[in-house]
């Protein structure tokens, strides 16, 4: 089945310091979404990207759909506390038909940790 | 927030005993997941549903059914608890007209002993 690698697992920052973090793919996908998940709590849609090259923003979030539809990348710029948490991207190939219409695959997540 | 609950939010209970997690939504939306999420996996794919009554395996379905009787309900039922069935439970939904979005629950904390 299709795969998703996202990198790094985990990330220790400073206050004010940006991030980077990516997922990639064995395979193509339509869509790519970014998860943040706090804890204890279900995981939250932050950004959702539908065509190649795509760069989309949400406020200190900037998300790129690859152009080779197999990688997205997440950048947070001047990081706050609030920030920390986990991330995970998601893909979905929506032409994959039938039942199957729908269907996620998740990286394992970024654990983002932010020192004030 | 999108309307999702999940009940209950933490059970313990012991190998080999049934166990139900249900999860309720108020948006009316026609597609439900529940997911697992476990440490350095991510989250996976138990069962899904795609309408009443209509429901399909996803990747880590041994072990586990699924019931939906009507729109807003979907439930999980172990049948025969393990102890690596363990787990955080997710349930989310989507709708029709744009199922890519998928919305998540608060999740239930299972641990079988």
């Known amino acids: 089945g299709q795969q998703l690698n996202q990198s790094p697992q985990s990330m220790f920052i400073q206050e004010g310091e940006d991030v980077s973090m990516n997922c990639t793919s064995s395979?193509?996908?339509?869509?790519w979404l970014w998860y943040k998940q706090d804890p204890g709590e279900g995981p939250v849609l932050l950004i959702a990207l539908y065509k190649a090259g795509e760069l989309t923003s949400n406020g200190r979030l900037t998300a790129q759909f690859g152009i080779t539809r197999k990688d997205s990348f997440l950048n947070i710029s001047a990081s706050i506390p609030s920030d920390v948490g986990i991330y995970f991207c998601?893909?979905?190939?929506?032409?994959?038909?039938?039942?199957?219409?729908?269907?996620?695959?998740f990286g394992q997540g970024t654990i983002l940790t932010v020192h004030p | 927030d999108a309307g999702i609950t999940q009940s209950p939010r933490h059970k313990v209970t012991e190998t080999g005993t049934p166990v139900t997690l249900r999860c309720h939504q108020t948006e009316n939306h026609r597609y439900m997941y529940w997911y697992r999420q476990d440490p350095g996996h991510g989250l996976r794919l138990i069962h899904y549903s795609y309408g009443v009554k209509d429901t399909d395996k996803g990747e880590v379905s041994d072990g586990y059914s699924v019931s939906r009787s009507k729109t807003e309900d979907f439930l999980l039922t172990l049948e025969s608890a393990t102890s690596s069935q363990t787990s955080v439970y997710f349930c989310a939904i989507s709708e029709v007209t744009s199922v890519r979005e998928q919305y998540f629950g608060p999740g239930t904390r299972l641990t079988v002993t």
């Open positions: 998601a893909g979905q190939n929506r032409y994959a038909g039938g039942t199957s219409y729908g269907k996620l695959t």
């Open positions: 395979s193509i996908f339509n869509t």
